[in-house]
T-cell receptor, first 111, second 113 residues
Framework: KQEVTQIPAALSVPEGENLVLNCSFT??????LQWFRQDPGKGLTSLLL?????REQTSGRLNASLDKSSGRSTLYIAASQPGDSATYLC??????????FGPGTSLSVIP | EAQVTQNPRYLITVTGKKLTVTCSQN?????MSWYRQDPGLGLRQIYY???????DKGDVPEGYKVSRKEKRNFPLILESPSPNQTSLYFC????????????FGQGTRLTVV
């Protein structure tokens, strides 16, 4: 059964710092991996979608990489800002069209 | 504006009283899905639908029903709600299967007493 974990569970950094969030999955047979952002009391917003055949995706200050063979993905945030404070979740799509989410990393960027 | 709309946003109900949470999307998406989010357990998929009249169980389908009679709507039905179904529920849609960007509704906070 596919399991998704995220490290760290929580992270606090000063503004301007570059940071890396980690996502691991146990079954490499995935179709894609998505990174989402969730603000308190709000729904999820898709940040980056990496197809299984891709190695990375970039959007602005965000860069996500995918290594299927090792079951890992990283989300790199450059020059962090207080507005980046949120919970970041990764999710994998399995071969049965199901979606499995990780528990999330709570990020706080201190001005 | 492209969006996924859930109603109601907040609901308090009593054990055993049937309820429906509606979900509607205006993007002509084929794939729709329901999730529940609980502290310490994260987001878990309840049911999903690949297209009209096609639905399938996610990881935690017990106690829930869904239907997909029209492409835009995907209601979640709790025939006999119990306190362990108290949770934050999200509906999501994507163009074709989850292999495209997912759009989420704002969530429905359900309390069953």
């Amino acid at each position: 059964k596919q399991e998704v974990t995220q490290i760290p569970a929580a992270l606090s950094v000063p503004e301007g710092e570059n940071l890396v969030l980690n996502c691991s999955f146990t079954d490499s047979a995935i179709y894609n991996l998505q990174w989402f952002r969730q603000d308190p009391g709000k729904g999820l917003t898709s940040l980056l979608l990496i197809q299984s055949s891709q190695r990375e995706q970039t959007s602005g200050r965000l860069n996500a990489s995918l290594d299927k063979s090792s079951g890992r993905s990283t989300l790199y945030i450059a020059a962090s800002q207080p507005g980046d404070s949120a919970t970041y979740l990764c999710a994998v799509e399995t071969s049965y069209d199901k979606v499995i989410f990780g528990p999330g990393t709570s990020l706080s960027v201190i001005p | 504006e492209a969006q996924v709309t859930q109603n109601p946003r907040y609901l308090i109900t009593v054990t055993g009283k049937k309820l429906t949470v509606t979900c509607s999307q205006n993007m002509n998406h084929e794939y729709m899905s329901w999730y529940r989010q609980d502290p310490g357990l994260g987001l878990r998929q309840i049911y999903y639908s690949m297209n009209v009249e096609v639905t399938d169980k996610g990881d935690v389908p017990e106690g829930y029903k869904v239907s997909r009679k029209e492409k835009r709507n995907f209601p979640l039905i709790l025939e006999s709600p119990s306190p362990n179904q108290t949770s934050l529920y999200f509906c999501a849609s994507s163009l074709s299967s989850p292999r495209t960007e997912a759009f989420f509704g704002q969530g429905t906070r359900l309390t069953v007493v």
